[in-house]
Structure formats: structure tokens, C-alpha cells
């Protein structure tokens, strides 16, 4: 790509993960918005990002004696934050609410600007206190700052953009400010609404049609969400209520999934949806030098000892393993990595389904797992499945280990060291996943569903293992595919993957070298962004 004539891009996103010292990421959204922002960087694109900056950040959660999960906040206070000397003022509830611009280039990303109310000029300082704390409302409210605010600040900071890429629904009411702009040039709504269309475009995460955002519009309404267009005309965008992803796909003239299997099921989530953009597949791809260890690169380039690097490395997890818990694991033994938001479709505890099954082998010692992941604050279905692992942690002491309070170190510490990737949920609703290309490319074997991105990588048996076949709920009710799921896992796990890494390390070290030269490049952030670029950004 020539970058001197790219487009320029405004990428606004509610979270971005970029480092574990800036509390401003929740999981995978985040994380891959901050490995967007850090690759655009890298090749020098005309890129930058929107957000807001999160007082308190996403809940740091913990366990009690009694292995129940709560959660903490901190006000963070970070010095590495330039001020840009700008402010902008968005309504909210009819009350003028100032928000402050900072800029953020610390981590070898390309600039974000974000946004924060907690200044002395505003009396409700909270609207952005809390990544995902609050619902209603106050979700409203920072929707309105990101997205109206956002526009606004890219204005005073006198950045010129041709593409406004929305990644989630969270950012749709950026356009309500980009069409009102245009009306208020002359513009009908409609000729608006056209022009703004032209110039956005738009990714969908939530393969699940509850899972994505709505709001009552008299609610919008209220809160200042209308920005000046009529309810008629809010309808028209979004829906009633309203639906953020109804108005992203109606918004942009073009959007896009983050797998070619979550485009196939994004189509059909929305097929009924008139208006709507076109949904393309592209694949998410991850930021190497933030996830990849350096000696793993270096044996793999230099035909070297790939199994002593990946030992070095598994080693320094273990040992991070117990200065975090007291738990000493083996390095000799299979060691499984799982870390996920603790949600019921991601099925962290499907492994101890049938314990009869795999007690022996936790007991043995045969076989090691490590879990790690947090549930939403609000999520008491998530907590439980936290406090399950945490059970099982004392039941299987030495076996079975959960790191709490998930974070970017944590994830970096798993994906590297670990032996065995361990990917479950109920296909088809895993968007990408891309823990699992981390894995991949630190020769840290994937075991899988085939779900979200896998599907295009796995050469089962030669570059990890899948199981399942493919079943997935369009095929069997929950209940069956959990059952169906469980018994592949099982035969797999013990079958092939044990029997491999105990009776055949020869040929799990060429596993371990093709998974690295099968994912390098196909699933790296770069290959990501020149397909954004000529798919979505380039007209």
C-alpha cells in the first residue's frame, strides 16, 4: 500500500487494550482495537482512534476465602497522558457536558484521543467512570460522548478524516453528529444520510442477536441521543427500539465480521434487516511483537531448538503461576491454557463434565489446566462459572490452577507457555477469537471447536487438533451439542493430543513448527489492516 494516498480514518471504539498499566480494556473488543491502533502504527497509516478515558476502568475482581467473586475499583491516575489543550461540549439530558481531550501514543500505538468528563466544569463527572459499570441511562450518556463528542473533537483538533470506522455498535451516534453536519449545510435528511454513509464504515463483534445493544428511543430521546433529528428519522436509522447494530449496518456502506464463519452467521442474523450494508468477512489478526516471544520467533526462523525455547518459556510461567497462587506445576507434564470471559457459551468447565473421565488424569497429574477470565460485574451466571474453576482449584490442588483478576499479563504469560490451547464453546457463537492465534504463533498447539477463526487455520493433526466436526447448534438443542462436544474432547484430549505429547515428541515439535508457519502471517495484524484498507477503507 502507498500511504501517501490512503484514506484518513477515525477508528472509534468504547475500549483498547494496549497495555496492562492502562485500565481502559474489558477483553477481546479492546484488545484487538488496541492491536489495530499498535499495527497502523507499525506501517505508518493515516489511522487514529476515539475513546474515552475510563476513570476507574473495567472491574478488577478477585476471589474471597470462600471462593466467592467480587469486584474492586480504583480512580486511576495516568501521567503518560498529553493534554491536548482541547475541550469539547456535547448535551446530555438538555445539560451541557464538557469533555476534555487527551492523547495517548505511549505504547507504540498511533494516537487515541479520548474523551473524559471528570473535570471540575461538570457536575456528573461519572459518564466516564466506568467501562461497562453501568447500563441504561448512563451507557446512553457515554455513547453520546464518544460518538457525538468524538466527531466534535476530531473538529477542534483540526484532523481531517475520509473514513469513520464504528467497531461495535457503541459508536453509532457519531453519524447522528455527521448527518446533522450535513443538514446543516443544506443537506435534506435523506442527501444526509447518504453523504454520511458514504464516509462510514463498520464492524459487528456479538454473534448473538440479545447480545447486541438496544435502547428505547422516548430514552434516547431524553438523554440528548437524538442530536437534533426526529424520532421519525431516528426509527428510520435504527429501528424502535433501537438497535445499535441495526443502525452501524443502515450507517455504513460497508461493514464486516471478524471471521469468515461469523460473516456466514452474521448474514444470517440480519438478513431481514432492509437498508443494510453488505457484511464481509476479515479475519482479526494480532500485533506479533505484543504477544509473540522473541526466542520462540527465533528458533522457529533459525531451525533451532524450538522445544528448549518453548521449555525456557513454559518454565517462567510456572513459575509466575505460583508466585501469583503458591502453586507449583511440573514442566514436564501436559500443561492446558484457558482463558476466557467467563460467559455460558464460552463453556469453561465443559473439560470437568464427566469427572469420572478426567479426575484420574488431574489426580495423575498427567494432565495440568490453567484458567483464568473475569464475568461482567453485572453477571451473576458468570460468577458462578468463576466460582466453579475456583472449586475445582481446591478440589484437584496441583492440577488445576485459576489466576484471577485477568489481564494482559496474564494472557501474555498463557498464550506463550502453555502447552495445549484450549478453545470450547457452543459453535456457532465464538466471533474470532484470537487468544488462540497468539497461542498458535508461539508454537502453543490450538485444540479447538471449530469456531470463529480456527476453522481457517486448522489442518487438524498436523497444526493442532479440532474437535466436535463442526456440529453446532443449527444441528442439536444446547443440551445435546454440550453432550456431543464433552465425549470429542475427551477422546481428543486423551486419544490424541496426551498421546502425542507423552509418546511422540518428535512429531509434536513439527506441530509446533507448523502451527507457527501456518499462522505468522495470515493471522498477524498487518495482513489484518491491508485487508481493511482494500476491503473497507479504499473505495
Not at 250 to 262: D, F, G, I, Q, Y
Not at 368 to 387: M, N, R, Y
Not at 449 to 469: K, R, S, Y
Not at 507 to 515: A, P
Amino acid at each position: 500500500m502507498d500511504v501517501n494516498n490512503l484514506p484518513r480514518v477515525a477508528y472509534f471504539c468504547m475500549e483498547y487494550g494496549l497495555n496492562s498499566d492502562f485500565k481502559a480494556y474489558a477483553g477481546g473488543l479492546g484488545i484487538l482495537a488496541g492491536d489495530h491502533l499498535k499495527g497502523a502504527k507499525d506501517l505508518n497509516l493515516p489511522l487514529v482512534g476515539i475513546g474515552l478515558k475510563w476513570k476507574q476502568g473495567y472491574t478488577d475482581q478477585f476471589i474471597d476465602d470462600n471462593g466467592e467473586v467480587y469486584d474492586t475499583y480504583h480512580n486511576y491516575h495516568y501521567n503518560f497522558l498529553k493534554d491536548t489543550g482541547v475541550k469539547v461540549t456535547v448535551k446530555v439530558r438538555k445539560v451541557d457536558v464538557v469533555c476534555k481531550v487527551w492523547k495517548l501514543d505511549e505504547f507504540g500505538n498511533n494516537p487515541i484521543y479520548l474523551l473524559d468528563t471528570d473535570i471540575p466544569e461538570n457536575g456528573d463527572a461519572w459518564i466516564t467512570g466506568q467501562l461497562y459499570g453501568w447500563f441504561g441511562e448512563e451507557r446512553i450518556a457515554q455513547e453520546i460522548v464518544l460518538g457525538i463528542g468524538g466527531v466534535k473533537a476530531l473538529r477542534a483538533l483540526e484532523i481531517s478524516v475520509d473514513v469513520y470506522h464504528f467497531n461495535e455498535g457503541h459508536a453509532v451516534l457519531a453519524a447522528t453528529e455527521l448527518i446533522k453536519e450535513e443538514m446543516q449545510s443544506g443537506r435534506s435528511f435523506e442527501l444526509a444520510w447518504e453523504k454520511v454513509r458514504s464516509k462510514v464504515v463498520f464492524t459487528t463483534h456479538t454473534p448473538i442477536v440479545e447480545g447486541n445493544e438496544s435502547h428505547d428511543l422516548y430514552k434516547l430521546e431524553y438523554m440528548g441521543a437524538f442530536n437534533g433529528l426526529t424520532k421519525s428519522q431516528m426509527v428510520r436509522l435504527g429501528d424502535e427500539p433501537f438497535n445499535m447494530t441495526i443502525a452501524g449496518l443502515r450507517l455504513s456502506r460497508k461493514a464486516n465480521a471478524v471471521a469468515k464463519l461469523h460473516a456466514e452467521t452474521a448474514n444470517k442474523m440480519w438478513k431481514t434487516v432492509a437498508g443494510r450494508s453488505e457484511i464481509i468477512g476479515i479475519t482479526n489478526g494480532i500485533h506479533k511483537p505484543t504477544w509473540v516471544d522473541a526466542r520462540i520467533t527465533k528458533a522457529f526462523d533459525n531451525d533451532g531448538d524450538l522445544w528448549g525455547a518453548h521449555l525456557a518459556v513454559k518454565k517462567e510461567l510456572i513459575e509466575f503461576i505460583k508466585e501469583r497462587t503458591g502453586i507449583l506445576l511440573d514442566a514436564q507434564k501436559l500443561l492446558i491454557g484457558f482463558s476466557r470471559r467467563a460467559a455460558p457459551y464460552k463453556r469453561s468447565d465443559l473439560i470437568f463434565t464427566s469427572e469420572e473421565i478426567i479426575a484420574p488424569l488431574l489426580k495423575s497429574g498427567k494432565i495440568q489446566i490453567v484458567f483464568s477470565g473475569k464475568a461482567h460485574p453485572l453477571d451473576d451466571t458468570g460468577k458462578e462459572i468463576v466460582a466453579k474453576l475456583v472449586r475445582m482449584m481446591k478440589k484437584y490442588p496441583g492440577s488445576v490452577v485459576f489466576l484471577e483478576n485477568y489481564d494482559m499479563n496474564i494472557g501474555r504469560e498463557l498464550t506463550r507457555g502453555s502447552d495445549i490451547w484450549l478453545n470450547n464453546p457452543r459453535r456457532p457463537l465464538e466471533a474470532s477469537g484470537t487468544s488462540g492465534m497468539k497461542a498458535a504463533m508461539n508454537g502453543v498447539l490450538n485444540c479447538s471447536i471449530l469456531d470463529g477463526w480456527w476453522p481457517e487455520a486448522c489442518i487438524d493433526g498436523v497444526n493442532g487438533w479440532q474437535f466436535g466436526d463442526g456440529v453446532s447448534l443449527n444441528d442439536l438443542s444446547e443440551a445435546e451439542l454440550d453432550k456431543h462436544d464433552t465425549l470429542a474432547l475427551y477422546d481428543t484430549l486423551i486419544n490424541r493430543v496426551m498421546d502425542t505429547y507423552y509418546n511422540n515428541r518428535e512429531k509434536w515439535v513439527e506441530m509446533m513448527k507448523e502451527s507457527i508457519r501456518t499462522t505468522s502471517q495470515e493471522f498477524s495484524v498487518e495482513r489484518m489492516l491491508d485487508e481493511y484498507y482494500n476491503k473497507m477503507y479504499i473505495k
